[in-house]
């Protein structure tokens, strides 16, 4: 997904989406420290239009074995990429610099933790908000699935 490159990249957040978002209310009465989260992402983009997007999917849990899904989030966060022809290779695959993809990860992922917390209002997982999340570590552990 990325590459090393010395031309710097033009980008700016055009919209940001929540594409879906549920919560099931526990049967039973549960712990807010013992909920945690479960992060996903993926990216895409049209070279057409100098669009990159990224979805992040977080889904609220509780419990580590076997856990319970109580909430789910998925949004789209999509950046407009100056002369981002150069970023599309032809097999449809993009190459963005580390710094580039860490910077919009960042950005989205804050956005759509915003987001979780003001839908989350009024039940258990507003009060276990998102955590912070060092965006070049949420990269690499992509890398490494």
């Known amino acids: 997904m990325s590459k090393e490159q010395s031309n710097p990249i033009s980008f700016g957040l055009e919209s940001f989406?929540?594409?879906?978002y549920s919560f099931e209310k526990p049967e039973k009465k549960i712990r807010k420290d013992r909920i945690g989260y479960n992060i996903q992402f993926r990216t895409g983009g049209n070279p057409d239009q100098e669009q990159?997007?990224?979805?992040i999917k977080a889904t609220g849990q509780y419990g580590k074995q076997d856990p319970i899904v109580l909430g789910e989030i998925?949004?789209?966060s999509v950046f407009y990429l100056?002369?981002?022809?150069q970023l599309f290779n032809?097999?449809?695959?993009?190459t963005i610099p580390d710094q580039v993809i860490t910077t919009l990860l960042s950005i989205s992922y804050s956005?759509?933790?915003g987001a979780f917390a003001t839908k989350a209002e009024g039940n258990i997982l507003s009060e276990a908000i998102m955590p912070l999340v060092e965006p070049k570590k949420l990269l690499e552990s992509s890398q490494s699935e």
């Open 17 to 20: 989406e929540v594409l879906s």
């Open 52 to 55: 990159f997007w990224i979805d």
């Open 74 to 76: 998925v949004t789209r």
């Open 82 to 85: 100056e002369d981002s022809e």
């Open 90 to 94: 032809e097999d449809g695959t993009i």
């Open 111 to 113: 956005t759509t933790r």
